[in-house]
């Protein structure tokens, strides 16, 4: 398909490239399609990027993959650089150097804080409909970290997905279903599924999610995402190593952020195992997360209640009846606060109110001393 095809008109809000094309391939659409519309009539074309290295990136178009620089869209805001997934304009073919010259608006952005002690966030990938969490089974279920990941695929505004690997590790199917039922318990709403990319059991059904859309794939080294990914793909195209025998886990065999078009459908981003899960601004996806201690507390007497000693709890109340679960409850408040220190760094209002509560807190815990040793002075 030569680049004269990518006309303005072709990418008018009415008409859609022809169903086998590379763009439709990896998610083009007719909503893409409004979006780019102001371009076209500029002469650029529409591509998806696909992998992202150093200031350059591959760009699907319509005439194949083409490599094109960032410099033109490479802001101050950390958040909005070229990101694997991402819809961009660029040059058409005969430019040299070829360049991005814009990123259509983002749908959805799957976006964790830095390492750094900056203030930033990292966006990890664009434009996703799936967030998959790959667990392994070959180690101990770290549901704390579950429900970390699922707040940040929450809050991308992806729909997330657990997928629980190496199930085959697990061959008695009463255990499996415990643990299956631990995950489901720490991700109210959320498919759980169970898959074994050594024997295929379950990759039918992953397959057939990820067939709708882009799904991003996630979770810590060792937890099979490579295989998981070479598994639907239905060819060796990541690098795969072995897992460590003493703790199940392993070294990143993915280094960068690549999308690839799926046979059955649908399109895949597969990411570097993540050590760090830190949230960024994340506060209505952890709510998702624990959206049962939510609703526990619209019972609460006071509106503003902190869940810890107050009369009239309804949350304090669930954990003394056994309805939720004590582990659930300091989980969420670990993540609360966590994400309440990362808006802190750019919020001064924020910061204002935690110095506040951290002066009140001070002065009742040295009042309750005071109490304590019959009002004499500490």
């Not at 991308?156 to 489901?184: F, R, Y």
């Not at 999308?259 to 895949?268: I, K, M, Q, R, T």
């Not at 056994?322 to 670990?334: F, I």
């Amino acid at each position: 398909m030569s680049s004269s095809s990518f006309s303005s008109s072709s990418f008018a809000s009415s008409s859609l490239p022809d169903a086998g094309s590379a763009l439709v391939a990896h998610g083009w659409d007719e909503g893409w399609g409004d979006a780019f519309g102001p371009y076209g009539d500029e002469g650029l074309l529409p591509g998806r990027v696909v992998r992202v290295d150093r200031g350059r990136c591959d760009v699907v178009t319509g005439d194949g993959t083409v490599r094109a620089d960032t410099a033109f869209v490479t802001p101050h805001d950390p958040l909005r650089v070229v990101c694997t997934g991402d819809w961009v304009a660029v040059d058409p073919e005969g430019a040299s150097p070829r360049y991005v010259r814009t990123l259509l608006p983002r749908r959805t952005a799957f976006v964790r804080s830095t390492s750094s002690k900056r203030s930033e966030g990292q966006i990890l990938a664009a434009n996703v409909d799936h967030a998959v969490i790959a667990v392994s089974l070959a180690a101990e279920l770290d549901l704390a970290r579950i429900e970390r990941f699922l707040a940040l695929a929450w809050e991308s505004g992806a729909q997330p997905v657990v997928v629980l690997t190496k199930a085959d590790l697990v061959p008695d199917p009463v255990t499996l279903a415990h643990l299956v039922q631990d995950v489901e318990t720490s991700a109210p709403g959320v498919p759980v599924l169970t898959v074994s990319a050594r024997d295929g059991a379950g990759l039918d059904v992953l397959a057939a999610v990820v067939a709708g859309g882009t799904s991003v794939l996630i979770g810590q080294s060792g937890a099979g995402k490579s295989t998981l990914a070479n598994a639907l793909l239905g060819e060796d195209v990541m690098d795969v190593r072995a897992v460590r025998d003493v703790d199940g886990k392993g070294r990143h065999t993915t280094t960068t952020r690549n999308l690839l078009a799926l046979p059955g459908g649908g399109v895949l981003i597969d990411t570097p195992g993540l050590r760090g899960v830190g949230l960024w601004d994340a506060g209505s996806g952890v709510g998702q997360v624990f959206s049962e201690i939510e609703e526990f507390a619209e019972g609460c007497r006071f509106h503003d209640c902190a869940h810890e000693s107050e009369p009239g709890c309804a949350v304090l109340e669930a954990i003394g009846t056994g309805a939720l679960a004590e582990r659930r409850l300091e989980s969420y408040r670990k993540l609360l606060r966590e994400n309440r220190r990362i808006v802190a760094k750019t919020d001064a209002r924020l910061r204002a109110e935690i110095r506040k509560d951290w002066k009140r807190k001070g002065a009742m815990g040295r009042a309750a001393m005071e109490a304590k040793r019959g009002g004499r002075p500490l």
